[in-house]
């Protein structure tokens, strides 16, 4: 697991050969970015189904509780498999886009 911290969130990338593995890597971190915006990168190359994702689910609903955003990047997986609240998009410029779309949402008091 690849961990850089950027401006506005730390992104989270995986190297791991396997889903299972970079979610293992993961779970041991998790509460290492309580209070943080965070993006997490899965390879196209980790052979992943809607029920691993599905996995970040519980922890993607206690950030938006904490006040903080969670979006999964991976160009592999259909969006449309998943709840409309559970950010999943396919490219980096998407994910800051989401970020700063919950930012003012937060602001606004949404």
Do not use: C, Q, W
Not at 30 to 37: P, Q
Not at 63 to 88: C, Q, Y
Request: proline share 2%; net charge negative.
């Amino acid at each position: 697991m690849i961990i850089t911290k950027r401006k506005k969130y730390t992104l989270i990338s995986s190297d791991e050969d396997s889903f299972s593995d970079f979610f293992s890597s993961f779970l041991v971190k998790k509460n290492d970015f309580e209070k943080e915006h965070l993006v997490v990168l899965i390879s196209d190359n980790i052979i992943a189904n809607e029920k691993d994702f599905i996995s970040f689910l519980d922890f993607s609903e206690k950030k938006k509780e904490n006040g903080t955003s969670f979006v999964i990047v991976n160009s592999t997986i259909n969006i449309d498999d998943f709840p409309d609240n559970f950010n999943i998009v396919p490219t980096i410029i998407e994910a800051e886009d989401i970020l700063e779309m919950e930012e003012i949402e937060r602001e606004l008091e949404f």
